[in-house]
T-cell receptor, first 113, second 110 residues
Framework: EAQVTQNPRYLITVTGKKLTVTCSQNMNHEYMSWYRQDPGLGLRQIYYSMNVEVTDKGDVPEGYKVSRKEKRNFPLILESPSPNQTSLYFC????????????FGSGTRLTVV | SQKIEQNSEALNIQEGKTATLTCNYTNYSPAYLQWYRQDPGRGPVFLLLIRENEKEKRKERLKVTFDTTLKQSLFHITASQPADSATYLCAPPAGTALIFGKGTTLSVSS
């Protein structure tokens, strides 16, 4: 089944403890993105990648890191999480956004206390 | 800066009617625009993509229009059903990325 898999689904952590949210797609898509979704603010892009080793900042990159060492994986790293990073996170991938839509993962609900 | 507005946060209609959702954009001219459906707590699901040279696109009961003069896209659901109740998001590109509107929550009552 074609899909984007994110892990974990839920995570509660403490301020300052480094964490990684994994994202993997099995569709050989070039493009991958991370979004966060907050009430009243909608979906905001954190980082995106157009291919292996090619990444760029979205609208809200502060406090996040990404890497794209393989086409299928695009992990999101929070080096020192803070409570304002409590949010619902989505990973998504697309073959080409100008011709096909993004496939989204099921989301990761992160709480930083 | 580029701005996306979905002009109503909530839309309530009766089953069988046509729902029309609006997406307005300002300060740029996207080459295409995508529409998504999102259910609470779940990831958005891609519905339709329309290009600037296409006036209209259809998929089953869904229809999207793209008016580059008005800088507006309309999303229609005909013969709406309670199962169509969800939040609908428009998403034009910003460079090679997508930016999402805040969405319109549609409620279809039986």
């Amino acid at each position: 089944e074609a899909q984007v898999t994110q892990n974990p689904r839920y995570l509660i952590t403490v301020t300052g403890k480094k964490l990684t949210v994994t994202c993997s797609q099995n569709m050989n898509h070039e493009y991958m993105s991370w979004y966060r979704q907050d009430p009243g603010l909608g979906l905001r892009q954190i980082y995106y990648s157009m291919n292996v080793e090619v990444t760029d900042k979205g609208d809200v990159p502060e406090g996040y890191k990404v890497s794209r060492k393989e086409k299928r994986n695009f992990p999101l790293i929070l080096e020192s999480p803070s409570p304002n990073q409590t949010s619902l996170y989505f990973c998504a991938s697309s073959l080409s956004p100008s011709t096909s839509g993004y496939t989204f993962g099921s989301g990761t609900r992160l709480t930083v206390v | 800066s580029q701005k996306i507005e979905q002009n109503s946060e909530a839309l309530n209609i009766q089953e069988g009617k046509t729902a029309t959702l609006t997406c307005n954009y300002t300060n740029y001219s996207p080459a295409y625009l995508q529409w998504y459906r999102q259910d609470p707590g779940r990831g958005p699901v891609f519905l339709l993509l329309i290009r600037e040279n296409e006036k209209e696109k259809r998929k089953e009961r869904l229809k999207v229009t793209f008016d580059t003069t008005l800088k507006q896209s309309l999303f229609h659901i005909t013969a709406s059903q309670p199962a169509d109740s969800a939040t609908y998001l428009c998403a034009p590109p910003a460079g090679t990325a997508l930016i999402f509107g805040k969405g319109t929550t549609l409620s279809v009552s039986s």
